[in-house]
């Protein structure tokens, strides 16, 4: 039996500083094909967790449910003059809508919190405040690849749009991703991806 899981740490130093990051991966917990993925990350100024588990066939109904917790914090107030708080969780679903296509929203909730000093930049001491937004994803996705783990042939093409229903920063933001894959000779693989992002103001302020 294959091993599906892996438990990974390591220590790294250098002119930006020390960093600790450990975490776990199972992509088979407890016999029923549910992926657990959880890891931490500190240095010297950051200290970032996540946790996210995912059920690719949520009650026999070929739904994939996934619930993420995640938590930032990033201390630069001797630096760059502020301190940044983030934490919160997200809940979505990924099914098939017609054949090779699919369909995922996503629903996160975000607290966040700035401090700055006299130090900080005047962008950065203008933002200074608490902050509470909910956002709504949707993704559609093209599915062609001959297997999601591991592709040989192929391609795949994913449009993403987050739209803010609860936050002080109106931004809709656009993601477009294309990946393809060719079998070139033997066991080799050749891959090439596309990606592009787009920001925009739905307040008309920058």
Same mark, same amino acid.
């Given at each position: 039996?294959?091993?599906?899981?892996?438990?990974?740490? &390591?220590?790294?130093?250098?002119?930006?500083?020390?960093?600790?990051?450990?975490?776990? #991966?199972?992509?088979?917990?407890?016999?029923?094909?549910?992926?657990?993925?959880?890891?931490?990350?500190?240095?010297?100024?950051?200290?970032?967790?996540?946790? $996210?588990?995912?059920?690719?066939?949520?009650?026999? $109904?070929?739904?994939?449910?996934?619930?993420?917790?995640?938590?930032?914090?990033?201390?630069? =107030?001797?630096?760059?003059?502020? #301190?940044?708080?983030?934490?919160?969780?997200?809940?979505?679903?990924?099914?098939?809508?017609?054949?090779?296509?699919?369909?995922?929203?996503?629903?996160?909730?975000?607290?966040?919190?700035?401090?700055?000093?006299?130090?900080? $930049?005047?962008?950065?001491?203008?933002?200074?405040?608490?902050?509470?937004?909910?956002?709504?994803?949707?993704?559609?996705?093209?599915?062609?690849?001959?297997?999601?783990?591991?592709?040989?042939?192929?391609?795949?093409?994913?449009?993403?749009?987050?739209?803010?229903?609860?936050?002080?920063?109106?931004?809709?933001?656009?993601?477009?991703?294309?990946?393809?894959?060719? #079998?070139?000779?033997?066991? =080799?693989?050749?891959?090439?991806?596309?990606?592009? #992002?787009? $920001?925009?103001?739905?307040? &008309?302020?920058?």
């Amino acid at each position: 039996e294959k091993p599906t899981g892996e438990i990974f740490a &390591g220590v790294g130093t250098g002119t930006a500083g020390t960093n600790l990051g450990a975490g776990i #991966k199972e992509r088979n917990f407890g016999g029923r094909g549910i992926i657990l993925d959880s890891n931490f990350n500190i240095s010297d100024t950051d200290v970032r967790g996540t946790f $996210s588990v995912e059920n690719p066939n949520f009650r026999d $109904s070929d739904r994939s449910v996934k619930t993420t917790i995640e938590s930032t914090s990033t201390d630069l =107030m001797k630096t760059q003059g502020y #301190k940044n708080n983030r934490t919160g969780f997200s809940f979505g679903t990924s099914f098939e809508q017609y054949e090779n296509i699919y369909f995922s929203p996503t629903l996160s909730t975000y607290y966040e919190k700035l401090e700055t000093s006299s130090k900080a $930049s005047a962008a950065k001491r203008k933002q200074d405040g608490n902050y509470f937004e909910t956002l709504f994803t949707y993704g559609l996705t093209l599915n062609k690849l001959n297997q999601n783990f591991q592709p040989s042939e192929g391609y795949k093409s994913s449009f993403l749009q987050t739209v803010p229903l609860i936050s002080d920063d109106l931004t809709l933001q656009n993601t477009y991703k294309f990946e393809q894959y060719f #079998k070139l000779v033997d066991d =080799m693989v050749f891959s090439y991806s596309i990606f592009g #992002k787009a $920001s925009n103001s739905l307040s &008309g302020e920058d």
